[in-house]
């Protein structure tokens, strides 16, 4: 039978498939990007240029083996590692009980439960026994809790304390067989939790950003600019005697405008910010395209217990109640280091002082249970108040420290998120009485409670209390006849077990702040992100923590909002709640237009259900109270449908589904990574400011993806332009070593040092943009674009009026092969435009990484300032100093001496395809084909220069001496293109000014007062048509502006 199921079902395993390397790499360059490449790379090796195809192979090998198996493949393995489960299981196989592998488990399977930290094998219902087991890291709960059976009754359901999750950890097992639990197999494989989880991982929620959006947008244009340039290399204006010459010309053109490296640079950034959040701020990370989403979070959303304040509550007191009247407030002192003289006092208290039925309330009415080693496992709130009672707990019983007293648990009723109960059915052993004892928010107990047993004064006493911070919590009981069964107890239903109940008493409990919550809120509103709290607590503690934590304004009133009892209709009345017995209150009313609001579950459900009365008040909203879990979805879902970039942090549990709801979700988990959301950390005791440093980070990373977007588009732009200048102008080319430095030196290399900036100490008052098409981002590009086009021109202009300037174009004056691209840079005009086009690449991306108010200052990246001076030190030394094997390389200031003596760099001279070590066909080769020509040079080929010859005519050739001036010039001997030393300093300083304007641009303009003078002009917009905000309070949605977008244009925000 399990053979046949397994056949129908499956096995139990999660197989998430991580291809191997080879495969990886194969899909990875299956892709159009690398194929299209591909094209470029054997066209060339099949042409002369095997060396630029070689090259090419080599950057697209690269980048494509850095993303596949550094980025994608890694990413893959760390999810499977989440999904395995490598263990053996004890079941019920023919009546007897036998060990399997784990994934060998079927559906109704009958499963003995190990404990000892080991991993449940499948979902499953707890029939015998009971488990206490650890979720965090699958469903997010921060505490381990307690797994019961189903109770043998008709009116039975199975609910999550009847169900455990596989892949959760087992603390404790206690059963029947052999002393552990059974449990029977409801899911395996895929089908269980953990593997919906993981499917959701693996298939995250589309989160479409911005540039991602626009990306295609992109594209569009650089097509369209790219089919001007082929258009331009296929007409009259360009004539490179060779079809083929042009095909190569046009699919570069299209390598140069599709660069593969744009979107690779772009994940190398987020996985960079991924590893960084991992090591330094303890914050795992499962999606890194998260990360700059998280840097555009404009709204906050945070659950209060165990987020804002700490996990567990301090049971502080009990005020009983009798005959509708309320007792003595009796106070328990505080023990935070289990001290027994303290425990010894206050269970002492409970005895004395508080009366029978509240006292067998604290010690019965909880899920608390205890690991063989005494720890008690539960709600931290139930485990406070058991610590306080002192009450021994037992497997079914349990029994007063004094031992005169003892109950004896009958049915316990879970806690119900609809109900907002849950409670108890014990019989006291020393009287035989049966009580049930019923928990829940005072409000619900006041509500299924009989009237008569309400004290008149009740809702005054518990909102005060509500007010002083407490987490208020009700009790309620009844009696039942002592003779009832068994049966007739477990067949009994629940409504009628919280039917005719008297109050009994209210709990207290005190839940402290961490004390980094304020300073967290803080940093945020510094940040101009406004934060709400949602909180499945009573309004007015969420009120309270709210002040304390500065949510809600100090100096501000704040109104309550709540469905009026008995009102039919559901009438929403607006009270302020630090008025007791206050008239209701007019929100829209001018008197109250600078108030914040809270409202309860009932009336964010009426706002939510009224969508012309909700858009009038919801940017003053700060607290929603009494929320449920699906509640707190429509929350976020709600601030999501105003275009706002919304984050959630939440400790789990009942904020999962708003967790992954949010575009940026932190679960405050110890787990090392959490299937809950994309983020997930434990630090420092779940500190709030970990969200500060989430959003740092995201800020930092989604400015670097925005630079490395702007260095590719100059790019892109600056070297077409270029290149296009020099084909139009003799059909010249850059040196061959230009392109292998310019797209691994700087492409490669200096873009990833550009990732390696750190984020800000501080959250600044604005967002990085995260628009393509922005007004910022696009003055990023067509500056420095201008400005490279300006040096060049203005450079050549000025070597154009140098009296030794002699122009040279290859294929026609000096007759060049087509094939022979390589030596198409031995000129004079090359030169200048190979230094201004490097000089622009390199001063792009070192600007772009200016650190701004995102990232740190550029000088604490010590790597770009490195790579940066390395390539100022070099364009500049090639430019001023005399001919030499370095400047041979690169074709500059080089003549032909140099040039062969540059082929004794054997590895260089290896790669070259036939500048290095070979002649220097400079313009003065012109001057000696001509005289050869007079001279009666008879061949069918032209003559060129040979090594073998040492680059000098045919001896018996009348021709201009080697030495001669027209020949030789400035220090170099034969032809070069050796520039006037005064020529060299008039354009350096030009060089020299282009860098210090594009500096200038972006830290006065990009980064300075005239951007901070718009955003001020930008603020003042979005005021006139949102309204003041309140100074301090963050109550205005519009207040924290994007470095160059309108808080109002929905068009330019984030959207699911």
């Known amino acids: 039978e399990a053979e046949e199921t397994m056949a129908t079902c499956g096995k139990n395993e999660i197989n998430v498939y991580v291809p191997g390397i080879l495969e990886s790499l194969v899909h990875e360059f299956s892709d159009f990007t690398y194929v299209f490449n591909s094209i470029g790379t054997w066209s060339y090796m099949v042409y002369s240029s095997w060396n630029i195809g070689i090259f090419w192979l080599l950057l697209t090998l690269s980048s494509g083996i850095f993303r596949s198996l550094f980025i994608v493949r890694p990413n893959q393995k760390k999810i499977r590692e989440l999904a395995q489960l490598h263990t053996e299981c004890k079941v019920l196989r023919d009546g007897a009980w036998t060990t399997i592998p784990a994934a060998d488990l079927v559906l109704g399977d009958v499963v003995c439960v190990e404990d000892g930290s080991s991993k449940l094998p499948c979902d499953g219902v707890v029939i015998e026994g009971s488990l206490v087991v650890n979720e965090s890291m699958l469903t997010g709960e921060p505490m381990p809790i307690q797994k019961m059976p189903v109770e043998h009754s008709q009116h039975a359901t199975i609910t999550k304390k009847n169900i455990a999750y596989a892949g959760t950890t087992c603390l404790q097992s206690t059963g029947p067989q052999d002393g552990k639990a059974l449990l029977v197999a409801t899911a395996v494989g895929a089908l269980t939790t953990r593997g919906q989880l993981v499917r959701m991982v693996l298939f995250p929620t589309s989160v479409r950003f911005k540039y991602n959006d626009q990306l295609p947008l992109v594209y569009m244009i650089l097509c369209a600019y790219m089919v001007l340039l082929c258009a331009i290399y296929l007409s009259p204006l360009v004539n490179l005697h060779s079809w083929i010459a042009s095909y190569l010309m046009v699919l570069n053109t299209i390598a140069m405008c599709l660069s593969p490296m744009l979107p690779v640079s772009m994940v190398m950034g987020q996985s960079v910010t991924a590893r960084r959040l991992e090591k330094e701020h303890k914050i795992g990370c499962l999606q890194p395209g998260r990360i700059p989403i998280a840097g555009k979070i404009s709204t906050m959303v945070f659950d209060k217990t165990g987020t804002i304040t700490k996990d567990g509550m301090d049971f502080d007191a009990v005020i009983s109640v009798q005959d509708a009247r309320f007792g003595e407030r009796i106070q328990f002192e505080p023990d935070e280091g289990d001290d027994e003289a303290v425990a010894a006092e206050n269970a002492e208290v409970v005895r004395a002082r508080v009366p029978a039925g509240l006292r067998h309330a604290?010690?019965?009415?909880?899920?608390?249970?205890?690991?063989?080693?005494?720890?008690?496992?539960?709600?931290?709130?139930?485990?406070?108040?058991?610590?306080?009672?002192?009450?021994?707990?037992?497997?079914?019983?349990?029994?007063?420290?004094?031992?005169?007293?003892?109950?004896?648990?009958?049915?316990?009723?879970?806690?119900?998120?609809?109900?907002?109960?849950?409670?108890?059915?014990?019989?006291?052993?020393?009287?035989?009485?049966?009580?049930?004892?019923?928990?829940?928010?005072?409000?619900?107990?006041?509500?299924?409670?009989?009237?008569?047993?309400?004290?008149?004064?009740?809702?005054?006493?518990?909102?005060?209390?509500?007010?002083?911070?407490?987490?208020?919590?009700?009790?309620?009981?009844?009696?039942?006849?002592?003779?009832?069964?068994?049966?007739?107890?477990?067949?009994?239903?629940?409504?009628?077990?919280?039917?005719?109940?008297?109050?009994?008493?209210?709990?207290?409990?005190?839940?402290?702040?961490?004390?980094?919550?304020?300073?967290?809120?803080?940093?945020?509103?510094?940040?101009?992100?406004?934060?709400?709290?949602?909180?499945?607590?009573?309004?007015?503690?969420?009120?309270?923590?709210?002040?304390?934590?500065?949510?809600?304004?100090?100096?501000?009133?704040?109104?309550?909002?709540?469905?009026?009892?008995?009102?039919?209709?559901?009438?929403?009345?607006?009270?302020?709640?630090?008025?007791?017995?206050?008239?209701?209150?007019?929100?829209?009313?001018?008197?109250?237009?600078?108030?914040?609001?809270?409202?309860?579950?009932?009336?964010?459900?009426?706002?939510?259900?009224?969508?012309?009365?909700?858009?009038?008040?919801?940017?003053?909203?700060?607290?929603?109270?009494?929320?449920?879990?699906?509640?707190?979805?429509?929350?976020?879902?709600?601030?999501?449908?105003?275009?706002?970039?919304?984050?959630?942090?939440?400790?789990?549990?009942?904020?999962?589904?708003?967790?992954?709801?949010?575009?940026?979700?932190?679960?405050?988990?110890?787990?090392?990574?959490?299937?809950?959301?994309?983020?997930?950390?434990?630090?420092?005791?779940?500190?709030?400011?970990?969200?500060?440093?989430?959003?740092?980070?995201?800020?930092?990373?989604?400015?670097?993806?925005?630079?490395?977007?702007?260095?590719?588009?100059?790019?892109?732009?600056?070297?077409?332009?270029?290149?296009?200048?020099?084909?139009?102008?003799?059909?010249?080319?850059?040196?061959?070593?230009?392109?292998?430095?310019?797209?691994?030196?700087?492409?490669?290399?200096?873009?990833?040092?550009?990732?390696?900036?750190?984020?800000?100490?501080?959250?600044?008052?604005?967002?990085?943009?995260?628009?393509?098409?922005?007004?910022?981002?696009?003055?990023?590009?067509?500056?420095?674009?201008?400005?490279?086009?300006?040096?060049?021109?203005?450079?050549?202009?000025?070597?154009?009026?140098?009296?030794?300037?002699?122009?040279?174009?290859?294929?026609?004056?000096?007759?060049?092969?087509?094939?022979?691209?390589?030596?198409?840079?031995?000129?004079?005009?090359?030169?200048?435009?190979?230094?201004?086009?490097?000089?622009?690449?390199?001063?792009?991306?070192?600007?772009?990484?200016?650190?701004?108010?995102?990232?740190?200052?550029?000088?604490?990246?010590w790597k770009i300032n490195l790579v940066y001076a390395v390539f100022l030190f070099a364009l500049f030394w090639l430019l001023l100093t005399p001919a030499s094997e370095f400047n041979c390389i690169y074709r500059v200031n080089c003549d032909t001496k140099h040039s062969l003596q540059a082929g004794d760099l054997t590895v260089l001279a290896a790669f070259s395809a036939g500048g290095i070590g070979g002649c220097f066909l400079g313009p003065q080769v012109k001057i000696w084909q001509e005289e050869m020509t007079q001279a009666g040079w008879n061949k069918t080929e032209y003559w060129l220069p040979e090594p073998a010859t040492d680059c000098l005519p045919p001896l018996g050739m009348h021709t201009t001496p080697v030495e001669s001036p027209e020949i030789s010039n400035f220090g170099c001997v034969g032809p070069n293109n050796c520039y006037a030393p005064g020529f060299r300093w008039q354009v350096a300083i030009v060089f020299v000014a282009y860098i210090l304007i594009n500096h200038w641009f972006v830290k006065f303009v990009l980064q300075g007062p005239i951007s901070a003078t718009l955003r001020r002009r930008q603020k003042r917009g979005d005021r006139a048509l949102f309204g003041e905000t309140i100074e301090g309070s963050g109550q205005n949605f519009s207040e924290g502006v994007d470095d160059d977008e309108t808080a109002s244009d929905p068009d330019l925000q984030i959207r699911i």
């Open 362 to 861: 604290l010690a019965s009415c909880h899920t608390v249970t205890t690991l063989r080693d005494g720890t008690l496992v539960g709600n931290q709130v139930e485990v406070s108040m058991v610590k306080i009672a002192g009450w021994t707990i037992g497997e079914t019983s349990l029994t007063s420290p004094s031992g005169d007293e003892s109950l004896e648990v009958v049915k316990k009723l879970d806690f119900d998120h609809h109900r907002m109960t849950s409670g108890v059915v014990v019989r006291c052993a020393q009287t035989q009485e049966l009580k049930v004892y019923i928990k829940g928010s005072y409000e619900k107990v006041e509500a299924i409670a009989d009237a008569g047993s309400v004290p008149v004064d009740y809702d005054a006493v518990t909102q005060r209390c509500a007010k002083d911070g407490y987490y208020v919590l009700g009790i309620a009981h009844k009696s039942l006849p002592h003779n009832l069964t068994p049966q007739q107890l477990a067949d009994m239903s629940r409504d009628s077990l919280e039917s005719g109940l008297s109050v009994c008493g209210l709990l207290l409990f005190r839940n402290e702040m961490k004390k980094d919550s304020p300073d967290a809120i803080r940093e945020l509103r510094k940040g101009s992100i406004r934060s709400v709290i949602c909180t499945g607590d009573n309004a007015l503690t969420g009120i309270s923590i709210g002040r304390q934590c500065g949510i809600v304004a100090q100096k501000f009133r704040i109104l309550l909002g709540d469905v009026a009892k008995g009102s039919g209709g559901g009438q929403l009345q607006w009270r302020d709640p630090d008025v007791d017995g206050g008239d209701a209150c007019d929100v829209h009313a001018l008197a109250f237009a600078d108030c914040q609001l809270a409202v309860t579950q009932s009336a964010w459900r009426h706002l939510h259900g009224n969508a012309a009365e909700l858009e009038d008040i919801w940017t003053r909203l700060v607290v929603f109270a009494r929320m449920k879990p699906e509640d707190k979805i429509n929350v976020v879902k709600f601030f999501q449908s105003q275009n706002l970039v919304v984050g959630m942090c939440g400790d789990g549990g009942n904020d999962c589904g708003g967790l992954r709801a949010a575009h940026a979700g932190l679960a405050l988990s110890d787990a090392e990574a959490s299937m809950v959301s994309p983020f997930a950390t434990g630090r420092d005791g779940k500190s709030l400011l970990t969200v500060v440093d989430l959003i740092r980070e995201g800020r930092a990373c989604l400015a670097t993806n925005l630079a490395t977007f702007q260095y590719f588009i100059v790019y892109a732009f600056t070297l077409t332009t270029i290149r296009t200048m020099g084909v139009i102008h003799g059909a010249l080319s850059l040196g061959e070593y230009m392109w292998l430095t310019m797209d691994v030196g700087i492409g490669i290399v200096m873009v990833w040092t550009m990732t390696q900036s750190k984020p800000t100490k501080e959250l600044c008052s604005y967002r990085p943009t995260a628009t393509l098409l922005g007004l910022r981002t696009i003055a990023g590009i067509v500056f420095p674009y201008i400005t490279a086009i300006l040096a060049v021109v203005v450079a050549e202009a000025m070597l154009w009026s140098q009296p030794w300037y002699e122009q040279l174009k290859p294929l026609d004056d000096i007759h060049l092969l087509p094939s022979q691209w390589m030596l198409r840079g031995d000129n004079y005009d090359s030169a200048i435009g190979m230094i201004a086009l490097i000089l622009a690449l390199v001063n792009t991306a070192y600007v772009n990484t200016y650190g701004g108010r995102f990232r740190q200052n550029i000088l604490w990246n």
